[in-house]
């Protein structure tokens, strides 16, 4: 978008969406405007957004698919998202939004607080390949049904997601392994519900 401000990679999270929502005064944005505006920072902003309302119950499996894209893309090695229509179309309200800049007050603050750009092995070409690959393993966990499965993987992700955005390589490697541990407690969590129900329907039938 022409006219798009560069924003700068050391403004912690709360400043990067309050300058974005300043620049979208309407009610809703879409996320291919905020894809735009992110720029190089767009997978992490809008993996974190998708992934928030995933800790709700019932709301992993709406947003799983678009994380689903997004994590391919970016294993894939692209360095910034190209959303299909029917999800650049998709949009968030602007309070909505609002709200995750307010939340500076609570966790996310006590996060920036820390977190700092710090280059690394996760903050390259390769690191940013494998994040994509564990965003595209949460998503799938995050689609797939299961008791208590959907909170261990969004979490991981979403500690990965604020590394990405910040450039620190050192909360985007511990969010990978929260990320990782979540998924495979989620996929044993699964295979076990698989086998019971196996073992039901041998011992019924």
Known sequence: MDGTPHLSHEAPISRIVTEVAAQFPGARISLGDMAEAFEDRAF?????????PSLLPG???VFGIPMLILGLQMGMGRRNPRLPAFMARQTIKREDLLRLSDASSGWIGRVERWVRPRPGFWTGASGDKLVGWLTVFSAIMLILPGPGTNGPPAFGTIVMALGVVESDSRVVGIGAALTLAGCLFATGVIVALLWFGRAALDWLF
């Open 44 to 52: 992490g902003l809008l993996i974190l957004l998708l992934c928030l």
């Open 59 to 61: 709301m992993a499996s």
